[in-house]
């Protein structure tokens, strides 16, 4: 992109949000959910039952339909064995990662940075 007719690039644009869109939290928060739930062989039933919630909130919430409440999280955290701080440094640090999954129209897909590339949020103002 870079300069154009006295036009340069600032971060907050519109045209680079779609170039690399970013990763919606209630996604990477059940992408680490399940990830925890896995590594500990536990079934849906098994880690809903320890939370106090139903299986199928728990599965909406690993697939990413759905935002759990704090309250829900930290249930969710105890009943998978960690803290809540703990899980979302946990779902912050994948966030940040060299490549993240994100949902487009219900396709999943991997970005990743660009070399070089401009802040996602860039907006082009007259210099």
């Not at 045209?15 to 990830?35: H, I, S, T």
């Not at 803290?83 to 440094?89: I, R």
Request: aromatic share 2%; hydrophobic share 40%.
């Amino acid at each position: 992109m870079g300069e154009h007719n006295g036009l340069r690039v600032i971060p907050g644009g519109r045209r680079e949000q779609r170039a690399r869109p970013e990763p919606l939290w209630r996604e990477a928060l059940g992408d680490r959910l399940r990830a925890l739930r896995l590594e500990q062989r536990s079934t849906l039933v098994d880690t809903a039952g320890r939370a106090g919630i139903s299986p199928q909130y728990l599965s909406e919430v690993e697939r990413g339909r759905k935002e759990p409440s704090s309250e829900m999280i930290a249930a969710l955290a105890g009943a998978l064995g960690t803290s809540l701080g703990e899980l979302v440094a946990q779902v912050a640090e994948s966030m940040r990662g060299p490549a993240h999954a994100v949902h487009i129209g219900g396709d999943r897909r991997v970005a990743a940075p660009r070399p070089n590339s401009v802040a996602p949020n860039a907006l082009l103002s007259v210099a």
